[in-house]
Nanobody, 113 residues
């Protein structure tokens, strides 16, 4: 069974940057389109960035121009720049766009001064 482990979250001031990582237990990136999702308190989980098996990337309007998704071997990355308080959420990686793999524990990102 595939396991996804996210890391790299933390507390950052508005305008700051973080880089999230997601390590998969198997080489799934050649099979699945993969994405980064986030869930803020009291809100539904949303897909914010995804990358196809062919390397094409897509972003939600709310993060376009600020976030960059990439991958290398069995690791998925999300570079987040110009962070805003509204980016505060638990971030997860999973297959895109439906989140069909078992969910990991996520990594908390808090943007606050």
């Amino acid at each position: 069974q595939v396991q996804l482990v996210e890391s790299g979250g933390g507390l950052v001031q508005p305008g700051g940057s973080l880089r999230l990582s997601c390590v998969a237990s198997g080489n799934i990136y050649s099979i699945y389109a993969m994405g980064w999702y986030r869930q803020a308190p009291g809100k539904q989980r949303e897909l914010v960035a995804w990358i196809t098996s062919g390397g094409r990337t897509n972003y939600a309007d709310s993060v376009k121009g600020r976030f960059t998704i990439s991958r290398a071997k069995n690791t998925l990355y999300l570079q987040m720049n110009s962070l805003k308080p509204e980016d505060t959420a638990v971030y997860y990686c999973n297959a895109a766009p439906w989140g069909s793999l078992p969910w990991g524990q996520g990594t908390q990102v808090t943007v606050s001064s």
